[in-house]
């Protein structure tokens, strides 16, 4: 019999999503509107967070949440080159320039060492990613942010429902610990709405900002329009844009957000059984969850033995019908950032190249780890198979 093929990733999409969309669509209202604000409160009560604020997806909260800690053209953002590439983009659509520090080999995430070596006088803003949903460093990285006074924006795209040691207690990571945490709803995250994104802020004015800029500036919501029993004029005091979340899409996420502490739990559950099966795999080495730290698992990354050849452990693999993708991609070693004007390393005399010495972790981590399947539906006999077939692949030397 041909085994069943095994993705990375699938969306746990059912029929109470179905009926929720169906509600919206039928309801006549569509665009952004009291499903969307339904959702930003519910997703505020779920991280703790004061203000929630619902966009088209992850980059344009990236983007939004930039501009609003004061990042303009010419200044610079510390952030990992180690992450997909919207991280680097979001800084390049303010016409800011990414200055890349390495991560830490073993959590994936910025090593917090490298950020004073990179700060300049035109540092403006600290972007930290909680890297395939395992917290970062939170503590150091804001201690350092803190003592230069520079606001931490969190790429928190793949992190909901992680959680941080803060000053002894669990927080959820959302709550802000910097000036505002975001969000993807992307397929591939634990909640997906097709495509989205959130941002989280303590900041009453930061959070209005966003509200204005998401919906082209205009001086009043829809909502406010539609409802009042007098004609009103609408104004467009700055320059905006059209990153707003559909009512189609909140409804979604509001029946996500419910099935998310189960599908926590489950991926919890997964990741300490590919431990348990994978532990034994000569040279594997298995990623590392700090004791401050627990991951939602939005991923699981394991890095190859020293023997092995990535390209070939992966087609190895998938002639098994087991789908992997490898390690998370360097914005630095892609074409849109040939050009050696678009970024610079914590040493400003490195010269921009796909291979930079300054980085070697985060190239390393590329070309060594291999993302191993991980879905809400996966069954422990799923995870036996993608173990076995694991094995048997790094069995094959170079």
């Known amino acids: 019999m041909t085994k069943e093929f095994i993705p990375v990733a699938r ?17 006549g209202w569509v665009t952004q509107g009291p499903e969307v604000a339904a959702f930003e409160q519910e997703f505020a009560s779920y991280v703790d967070a004061p203000h929630a604020c619902a966009v088209s997806s992850g980059t344009t909260a990236l983007h939004l949440a930039l501009l609003a ?23 390049r659509y303010c016409g800011a320039l990414p200055v890349f520090v390495d991560i830490d080999p073993g959590t994936f995430n910025m090593d917090p060492r490298k950020i004073e070596a990179a700060i300049s006088e035109r540092t403006r803003a600290i972007l930290c990613v909680h890297q395939m949903g395992m917290p970062c460093d939170l503590k150091t990285i804001c201690k350092i942010a803190d003592k230069h006074k520079i606001p931490v924006v969190e790429d928190a795209a793949c992190a909901i429902g992680s959680e941080v040691l803060w000053h002894g207690q669990w927080e959820e990571i959302g709550k802000p610990h910097g000036a505002v945490a975001c969000f993807s709803f992307h397929p591939r995250k634990l909640l997906t709405t097709g495509d989205g994104g959130m941002l989280t802020t303590t900041n009453a004015e930061t959070d209005g900002k966003f509200r204005l800029w998401r919906q082209h500036s205009m001086s009043m919501p829809d909502t406010v329009r539609h409802s009042s029993p007098t004609v009103m004029f609408e104004s467009y005091p700055e320059l905006g844009f059209n990153y707003r979340l559909t009512d189609i899409q909140a409804a979604i996420g509001r029946e996500q957000l419910k099935r998310l502490p189960q599908a926590i ?6 990741a300490a059984r590919y431990g348990q099966l994978s532990a034994d795999i000569p040279g594997l080495i298995l990623p590392v969850e700090p004791e401050w730290a627990r991951s939602n698992w939005q991923s699981y990354c394991v890095r190859l033995p020293e023997h092995t050849d990535q390209r070939a452990v992966m087609q ?3 002639d098994q019908g087991i789908a992997t993708r490898r390690g998370i991609m360097c914005a630095h070693r892609e074409p849109a950032y040939r050009d050696p004007t678009t970024w610079r390393c914590a040493q400003v005399e490195c010269e921009a190249a796909s291979r930079c010495p300054n980085l070697a972790e985060s190239e390393r981590a590329q070309n060594e780890g291999l993302i191993l399947p991980l879905f809400s539906q996966m069954t422990e006999g799923q995870q036996r198979q993608v173990a076995s077939a694991l094995r048997q692949a790094c069995s094959v030397r170079k």
């Not at 969306?11 to 309801?27: D, F, K, M, N, W």
């Not at 739990?265 to 997964?270: A, D, G, K």
């Open 69 to 91: 800690v004061g990042v303009h053209p010419g200044d610079e953002v510390i952030t990992v080159s180690h992450s997909y590439i919207a991280t680097a983009n979001s800084i």
């Open 11 to 27: 969306p746990h999409l059912g029929q109470e999503e179905v009926s929720a969309a169906s509600r919206v669509i039928l309801s």
């Open 265 to 270: 739990s489950q991926r919890r559950q997964m």
């Open 316 to 318: 190895n693999m998938l």
